[in-house]
Each structure stands twice: as C-alpha cells, then as structure tokens.
C-alpha cells in the first residue's frame, strides 16, 4: 500500500518531495518545454498550503560531476514564477553539505528550498548509503512525486527513503499509477495497444505482457518492418533488427493463440534515407522496393488504425508510428494522436517518451486521459516490472 501527501499531517515539518525537473534546456540554458515543472505544481502548492517546510530535489541532464551549465537555477526562477508571489523559490548551492543543512534549518513553514543538482554528485546514481543518508537528515516527511526516476534505484528514489520517518507519494506519481495501474489490471473493453518507435528490442516485454491483456495491438514505426520481415515481406531499405526477426514471428504466432489481432502496416511512405532531404514516395501495398525504406505508415494504414482506435474504450499509445520529427514523415503519429483525441468514451493513455513529445506538440495532450511524464519508467511499468521508487514507498 501507498500513502499519499494529502494523507499525512505536514505543519512544521520538513518535507522533502523528490521532483523530476529534468527539463530541455535549449543554446541560451533557459527553459524549452516547462511541461514537468507545470505537472509538480499541485504537490509543491499542496506542501505549502499545509504549512510544510519544503526541500524539492531533482536532478538535470547527465553532468559528469558540478556544472554550471546544469544548474537548476533556471528551473527555480521558472518555478518562482508558476507558484505567483509572495512565493521565493531558494536556490541551494548544493544538494548536501552545512550550507545545506543550515538553510534547511531556517526554513519558515510554506518556504521553499530548492537543493542544487542531485547528479553534480556521483553517490546519487550510485545509491552512497552516506549521501542517501545526509538527504534524509533534511527530512521529516518524504515525499516522491518524480514517476520519470522511478525506475531508478539512485539515493533519492530509494536509498533515502528508510531514513525518513514519513514517507508518501504526490499527486502526479498517485495519477500515474491509477491510470497505468487501470490498464494493466482492469482496462475496460475492447482495450488497444499502439506501439511504434524503432526497435522490436525495446519493446518485448511490453508486447509480451499486453499480449493477453489486449484485443488488437497497432505495430507502427521502424519495428514494423521487423514483423513484417518476418511474415516474408520485402521490406527495402527499411530499418530491420535482423537477429529479432525469429521472435517477432514468434510474438505473432502468440497473437494468434491468444486471439489478439496483431496489426501491421499494409502501405507506407518511404524515402531512400531518413531525413528531411528525402522525396516521399506513397508505397501502395506492403512491399517496399529495394532502393526505398519505409520511413511512415501510409495512408490505408492510418485509415485503418484511426477506425480502431476510435472503436476502442481504452487505448494505449508507446511509440511514434513513423519518422515525425520530419514534418513529412509524421502523418501516422498524427492519424494516431488525432484518433485518439477524437474518442472522448475511451480511455486514453500515452506512454511517454516521444509519444508524449509528439502528442504536446500537437496540442492535443489536455484531449488524452493522461499523458505519463516517464518514458522510460512507463514502459518497465507496462513491462509489468516493480519500480525501486514506488516499492520505496510501500507501507505495511
């Protein structure tokens, strides 16, 4: 069982919320997309409406020790900002340390303290049992609100968490595993699957595991060439991942048995590269010429996915269905988002990842049920794997 931040008493205490604010930066290091720092608001305003003392910690981008660069001091202005004054988001110079402790020690109830870049310190991603330690020594409550690093057994997620007397989740971990959890243990029916992206690899387990869940799974993307290599179909250029091909027949002969309908593309757009430079050429059938790949599912394709997708009462989408980043390559990942915003019965859940890229992208991500803000940790979720930081969080 799980214990959630409106549950506890938090007046006076020190309220530690491990956030995700690992934003994009772009060339001047301010703010591209502040989609994560939106969806922590409800957490961070809640902590300081009951009269906590709040830390947040988060980690940004991959530096290998302290860099300037990667500094959340963009993110604690641009947060300043989303809570409205009087609120004054501190920034720490470091995540650990006696500067450290000691503005923890002079928080006020309803202040907020922002600590500096968890990973400037190799020991989080290490899980150090003295660094988890010193985290925990600023908390009387902890709280993880960080779903994208729940896949992560680092010091913040999970090696701390013993060390807190008071441990539970926010309000966006708590919206993502009842939506997660919904479609993995009771979706409602007929349920569909869209998986796309570019490797057969990255997705076994996620097939292997809604396989029996669901009644048609949607293959787009680069991994479909991988099937339908397998079925026989010459597929060009086309990106294959050939040492999967005897799995992915196997995978297809496991729709069958399982009385799941395995869709693939039956046309294509194709270029002869993977770029903006290619002309496209509309491929009519499933055979793609040998000097071409296929780089998006073609029209017949979209026709037929959109009809499923709207016939659907829960859908779940991991994947883009083509090369969308190329404006010309990205109709299918539109069809797809488009259908899926049209289905207002449904349930709509978008894994992730460049799914979710492409979905806010699009404006269409307040249209979808929920839109998960782990790609990495949404796809081991529905792997049917137990996340280091949600079980971190279980109580007796």
Known sequence: MVRYIDELQLTGKRVFIRVDFNVPLDERQAIADDTRIREALPTVRKAIQMGG???????????KGPEPKL????????????????????????????????????????????????????EEEGNGEA??????????????????????AHASTAGMVPYVKEKAAGFLMRKELEYLGRILRSPEKPYVAILGGA????KIKVIDNLLPKVQAMLVGGA??????????????????????????????????????????PVDHLAGSEPSEKAEVKEIGERAIPADLMGLDIGPKTRALYRERVRAARTVLW??????????????????????????????????????????????LGAKMSHVSTGG?????????????????????
């Open 199 to 202: 490797k057969v690899s990255d």
């Open 223 to 264: 991994m479909a060439y991988t099937f339908l290599k397998a079925m026989g179909v010459e597929v060009g250029k086309s990106r294959v991942e050939m040492d999967k091909v005897p799995l992915a027949s196997k995978l297809m002969e496991a729709a069958v048995r399982l009385g799941a309908e395995l869709l693939l």
């Open 376 to 396: 990495g940790a949404s796809l081991e979720f529905l792997e049917g794997k137990q996340l280091p930081g949600v079980k971190a969080l279980e109580i007796e």
């Open 71 to 122: 500094s959340l001091e963009p993110v604690a202005a641009r947060l300043s900002e989303l809570l409205g004054k009087p609120q004054e988001v501190i920034l720490a110079d470091d995540c650990v340390g006696d500067g450290v402790a000691k503005l923890v020690r002079e928080l006020k109830d309803g202040q907020v303290l922002m600590l500096e870049n968890l990973r400037f310190h190799k």
């Open 131 to 152: 660094f988890a330690r010193e985290l925990a020594s600023f908390a009387d409550v902890y709280v993880n609100d960080a779903f994208g690093t729940a896949h992560r």
């Open 53 to 63: 003392k709040v830390v947040l910690a988060s980690h940004l981008g991959r530096p």
């Open 318 to 363: 991991n994947g883009p269905m083509g090369l969308f980043e190329v404006e010309k390559f990205a109709a299918g990942t539109r069809a797809v988002a488009e259908a899926m915003a049209e289905n207002r019965e449904a349930t709509t859940v978008v894994g992730g990842g460049d799914s979710a890229a492409a979905v806010n992208e699009l404006g």
